[in-house]
């Protein structure tokens, strides 16, 4: 004890010491109260959405491409208000669904498929990043939008995504944290594209060149030219076709655009079989992987019993289905 008064007396009296230790003290409460967390004002239920979604997948995509995304562009009142400071963060619920190496995409449950989330325009991440805020005690705190992408991350096997708690909005005030907002994922399923069109959907079929006198009286034909529509499908795949186009006569005959010949059409057939516009149509049931051609021709035909030479182009639109 004598040591310790010694030194005190070097500097000033015990008196004024103690002062000064006071005041120190009363500084570092005056800190620590500083950063205390006010309280807020939440309301009786909380906003969330459901993800339902059926998404098809074309297995050529590269990774990284977005399959499908949804979006949510509704305010959703998080807190009525806050008096003083609260925090506030998302994160995504990496025990379900784990994060993948970018930090930033997550596990859908579905072998090539990640979710991202984004919520009010910033990423989510699996971990805390508290952000502090201050209240005013009167206003309203809400979230804006939310914004849910599914990645190719890698050859896709066709599957359904995990159903659950996707991500979570958290806030925290003196009383502690409360869940404000879920992101969900209901039913969410994956198909893969069993045929995709290999090269250009727009096709084009030269007709060649006609003679008046090549046709031998209305409702006569010249030769077929084979209409080619390149398919690649997966093995076991029910394939339909179904065709739209401007047709007076029906019998899959497609009217030429006007200004050019007149008394001739162009008639479609699928399998030696006139085409039936406006109807999806069986082709096949692949056996097997690989390129498919659609057995589909045209071919000039006579609809009037007079022949007007002239330019002689059709159109016709088509849209091949699968299951």
Do not use: W
Request: proline share 4%; aromatic share 8%; with cysteine.
């Amino acid at each position: 004890m004598k040591n310790f008064i010694g030194i005190l007396k070097k500097g000033a009296s015990a008196k004024n010491s103690l002062r000064s230790l006071l005041a120190v003290l009363l500084l570092t409460c005056g800190v620590h109260n500083a950063m205390a967390l006010g309280l807020c004002d939440y309301p009786s239920t909380f906003g969330k959405v459901t993800i339902d979604r059926q998404i098809t997948a074309i297995q050529s995509q590269p990774v990284g491409t977005v399959l499908a995304s949804y979006t949510y562009n509704q305010r959703a009142l998080l807190a009525n208000n806050c008096g003083g400071q609260y925090k506030k963060n998302s994160f995504v619920n990496s025990s379900v669904y784990p994060g993948l190496s970018d930090g930033m995409t997550f596990n859908s449950g579905i072998e090539g498929v990640g979710i991202r989330v984004t919520i009010d325009a910033l990423p989510v991440y699996s971990g805390f990043i508290d952000k502090t805020f201050e209240g005013d005690g009167t206003s309203p705190i809400y979230l804006s939008n939310v914004k849910v992408d599914f990645i190719k991350t890698g050859n896709i096997v066709p599957g359904n995504a995990i159903s659950g708690n996707l991500a979570y909005v958290r806030m925290v005030d003196t009383a502690g944290e409360q869940m404000v907002f879920d992101v969900n994922i209901g039913t969410v399923v994956v198909k893969q594209a069993s045929c995709e069109i290999t090269g250009n959907s727009a096709i084009p079929v030269p007709m060649g060149i006609a003679k008046k006198e090549d046709f031998t009286g209305k409702n006569s034909t010249l030769k077929p030219v084979n209409v080619q529509i390149p398919l690649q499908c997966y093995a076991d795949t029910t394939v339909n076709i179904s065709f739209d186009a401007a047709s007076t006569l029906g019998n899959g005959i497609i009217d030429l655009t006007k200004g050019g010949a007149e008394g001739v059409g162009i008639q479609l057939k699928m399998s030696d079989k006139v085409v039936v516009f406006d109807q999806k149509t069986f082709v096949t049931k692949t056996t097997q992987e690989g390129a498919f051609n659609i057995p589909l021709t045209a071919a000039y035909i006579q609809t009037a019993d007079t022949i007007k030479p002239g330019i002689a182009n059709a159109v016709a639109n088509f849209t091949v289905t699968y299951e």
